[in-house]
């Protein structure tokens, strides 16, 4: 039994010794008890409300096999009946059938060919099986007999390996209580710190060959640019929907469709966001035609997906098929699209799940920063899209929602009129035009649009000290607001400098000071997010520190923003942040999904790949005076918002 974090789980482990043979079988438990909605475990425990979720995996090897399924659930669900029930449907189970093995062959099948094409995962995945058992070839061995399998070996197998004297069973349970108070720190014992980083930072090079390979990246990266665009078909339909069409061969053989479209404003979506979010989940969930298992099904024959999620005021539904399944496959959803169900069931299913992950301790130090740290920004009121997540919230707006308000938001609200899409793989450019504007060119709607925007605050410097339950470790987060926004023309400098603190774990700025020096912290990060449509940016700092040594991080964090608006950044740093931002910059561009996933935004602020050129220009001109003078300008420690979090901080106030 494990006593930490915030989940409830039971584990139910099955283990024996060497045998081979039973491999293929048990490698399709998971999906066979899982998947949604056909899983044995998902329907029996999951749809029926007896648990939220359940889980599953394999560690398959010479020596032995290992079988992992496991039920997660809420203080509200029953233990006994949730261990009764995970009992029941693995080891009293009913036994599979054809229908339900082919789909998961099938799924398995569709997997291990995306794999094949992905040369990454592929040499990894043969890396990981010459070492566990000195054969690579055995990997494709593998796929081939689980391909075989036969049914009634399945049932066999599983009866006789999924039994009591296998099992181990397994609890996680929360935090005690006697876990989350406060604890005195002894200022006399100095805290341990962790041990020194032994990994050695990559020596500067010459600014000289930075600039060179700088050069190269550009020349490289035009190239991609120009031949690539050259590719786009680019237009708008009558209804206002942009589109974008990139007819591609793509290295994985699959044709990708994604369409992001706006509605409402902030006052017609007030008290509304746990609407959309649940309209956006249930959006190809089921239609008046097919139920959520002919859409699954049609999913698996294509070897596609398709989903839709909520993104500010609006939504982003992405399809992906085999490129040969793809046109069929994309008005298939296209159709459920059209035609929603938001059947009760499936309402009441997402509801009770959502609010029961709610229903837990928020006192992890990352959870507990992270909320303190929202509550400090916070300028918005509830109900506004903008305002952040709070828990109890969060659960009063779910239990206020109803099936209708869904029904209602999709009519409303959901047209095409302020839309784009952009579909990249094989397809004929011209029969897709002309689906386009039957599909979507007169999808209307009535109701009136504005993007909902962010406004940019300077606020004042705060440090609070947080209680969390106890870890070695407590969280550090902060921001620094920023009045610069993506297209503003301190951006490319902001870019740079934020590379120079904190984009190595080893060699940047944070690094030396967190972890070489002091070791003071298990990992770190920084992040730059600038708004793409104003003036409003915000540089955030977090870590992982060694309990007890929140002071000693702040000061550090401090210490290394103070030293970069004194003294700058070298030539040498600068150097090196431009040609390894360059580097990543043209990886992006030597893969068509990667591009493929710039086209809406593109679309809908009326750039091109083309623009891509004038940024690099733009980034790699800049000077050691020209980002020292943008450092000066708006890093400013004054205003530094922090929380740390740790059982040495202070109760927050209720």
């Keep these: 039994m494990v006593k930490k974090g915030s989940d409830l789980a039971k584990f139910h482990i099955y283990m024996n010794g060497k045998n081979t043979k039973i491999q293929p079988t048990l490698a399709l438990a998971p999906l066979l008890y899982t998947m949604q909605p056909s899983g044995h475990l998902y329907q029996n425990m999951v749809e029926t409300g007896i648990t939220t979720n359940v889980e599953a995996s394999t560690w398959l090897d010479q020596d032995f096999n290992v079988v992992f399924l496991g039920a997660i ?9 949730v261990e009764s029930s995970l009992l029941a449907g693995i080891e009293k189970g009913k036994p599979f059938t054809e229908v339900e093995l082919n789909r998961v062959k099938s799924l398995m099948k569709t997997q291990g060919d995306l794999i094949t094409k992905d040369a990454v995962a592929l040499g990894s995945r043969l890396s990981d099986y010459t070492v566990a058992g000195g054969q690579w070839d055995q990997y494709f061995k593998d796929l081939d007999s689980v391909e075989k399998v036969k049914l009634d070996d399945v049932n066999q197998t599983l009866k006789q390996f999924l039994v009591a004297d296998h099992r181990i069973d397994g609890d996680i349970l929360p935090t005690p209580e006697d876990q989350k108070k406060a604890q005195q720190q002894n200022s006399k014992e100095a805290p341990k710190t962790l041990d020194q980083v032994e990994a050695e930072a990559e020596p500067l090079k010459d600014p000289k060959v930075y600039q060179q390979e700088v050069a190269e990246f550009l020349k490289t990266s035009k190239q991609y640019v120009e031949s690539n665009e050259k590719k786009i078909i680019r237009g708008k339909l009558k209804n206002g929907m942009k589109y974008a069409l990139f007819p591609v061969e793509t290295r994985d053989d699959r044709t990708y469709a994604t369409i992001t479209m706006d509605f409402g404003t902030e006052k017609s979506l007030f008290n509304k966001g746990t609407v959309v979010d649940l309209t956006s989940y249930l959006l190809l969930r089921g239609s008046d035609k097919y139920s959520l298992q002919d859409i ?15 993104d500010g005021n609006g939504m982003t539904i992405n399809i992906q098929s085999k490129s040969e399944k793809f046109d069929e496959f994309f008005k ?23 609010l029961s992950s709610l229903d837990r301790p928020y006192t992890e130090p990352d959870v507990v920063a992270g909320l303190t740290l929202s509550r400090l920004l916070e300028e918005y009121q509830p109900g506004d899209l903008r305002y952040h997540f709070e828990p109890e919230l969060a659960k009063q707006q779910l239990k206020n929602a109803t099936q209708e308000q869904v029904k209602e938001l999709y009519e409303r609200f959901f047209a095409m009129n302020h839309a784009q899409i952009a579909i990249t793989g094989e397809f004929d450019a011209k029969k897709m035009q002309k689906l386009l504007n039957q599909e979507f060119g007169r999808w209307n709607g009535k109701q009136p649009y504005q993007k909902i925007l ?31 926004g993506k297209n503003h023309p301190d951006a490319s400098a902001l870019i740079l400098m934020n590379y120079i603190l904190g984009e190595s774990q080893i060699s940047s700025r944070l690094a030396q000071e967190l972890r070489e020096k002091n070791a003071l912290v298990y990992g770190f990060g920084s992040g730059l997010q600038l708004d793409r449509d104003t003036n409003v940016g915000a540089l ?7 309990s007890g040594r929140s002071a000693q991080v702040s000061a550090s964090i ?73 450092i000066k300008k708006y890093i400013k420690p004054e205003h530094l918002v922090e929380v740390m979090a740790d059982q040495y901080g202070q109760a927050a106030k209720k």
């Design 540 to 546: 955030s700092i977090s870590a992982n520190y060694t």
């Design 558 to 630: 401090h210490k290394v923003l103070n030293d970069l608006v004194k003294n700058g950044v070298t030539e040498q740093e600068l150097e090196a942040a431009k040609a390894d931002i360059m580097k990543k910059r043209v990886t992006a561009l030597e893969d068509e999904r990667n591009i493929h996933g710039m086209l809406n935004l593109q679309l809908e602020t009326n750039k091109t790949l083309q623009d891509r050129i004038r940024h690099d220009q733009e980034l790699t001109k800049l000077t050691v005076a020209d980002v020292n003078r943008v």
């Design 296 to 310: 699954a099904d049609k999913s698996i024959d294509a070897g596609g997906a398709a989903y839709a999620s909520a």
């Design 73 to 81: 659930y809420s203080p509200s669900n029953d233990p006994k009946k």
């Design 454 to 484: 962010i406004d940019h605050v300077d606020f004042p410097a705060q440090q609070v000290h947080v209680l969390s339950e106890q870890r070695e470790f407590g969280s550090y987060q902060s921001v620094l607001s920023i009045p610069v």
């Design 332 to 354: 298939f959803v296209l159709d459920v699209m059209k035609n929603p169900k938001f059947e009760q069931s499936q309402f009441d299913l997402i509801k009770s799940q959502s």
